[in-house]
Nanobody, 126 residues
Framework: VQLQASGGGVVQAGGSLRLSCAAS????????LGWFRQAPGKEREFVAA????????RYADSVKGRFTISRNNAKNTVALQMNSLKIEDTAEYYCASRYARRMETVQVTPNDYQYWGQGTLVTVSS
């Protein structure tokens, strides 16, 4: 599975951005999907994840209520809608996937994921 992330950019604090990740290759709709981010000098951290069927989602506490993850299995895409952005949301954002046997499985740690896209940079300015 190949993943291509897009949608990053520069936005003022309080603004919104929508990231998208297109998946291609063998049966991406059988994969659970997630978003992670990595700020300079920090470790990669979990942001949000969604199950194969899209019914189960998980969020990091730091983004809960502000970010929304969604997927379109017909188009093999996953999106991350980011609202009320804060300066501390500045980071390189990565989408990731792994094959999930069960429709409702959600993974939240980087080591759980098999495939990674290139990052897309989000910069939130004051």
């Amino acid at each position: 599975v190949q993943l291509q992330a897009s949608g990053g950019g520069v936005v003022q604090a309080g603004g919104s951005l929508r990231l998208s990740c297109a998946a291609s290759g063998r049966a991406p709709n059988q994969h659970s999907l997630g978003w992670f981010r990595q700020a300079p000098g920090k470790e990669r951290e979990f942001v949000a994840a969604i199950s194969r069927n899209g019914y189960n989602t998980r969020y990091a506490d730091s983004v809960k209520g502000r970010f929304t993850i969604s997927r379109n299995n017909a188009k093999n895409t996953v999106a991350l809608q980011m609202n009320s952005l804060k300066i501390e949301d500045t980071a390189e954002y990565y989408c990731a996937s792994r094959y999930a046997r069960r429709m409702e499985t959600v993974q939240v740690t980087p080591n759980d994921y098999q495939y990674w896209g290139q990052g897309t940079l989000v910069t939130v300015s004051s």
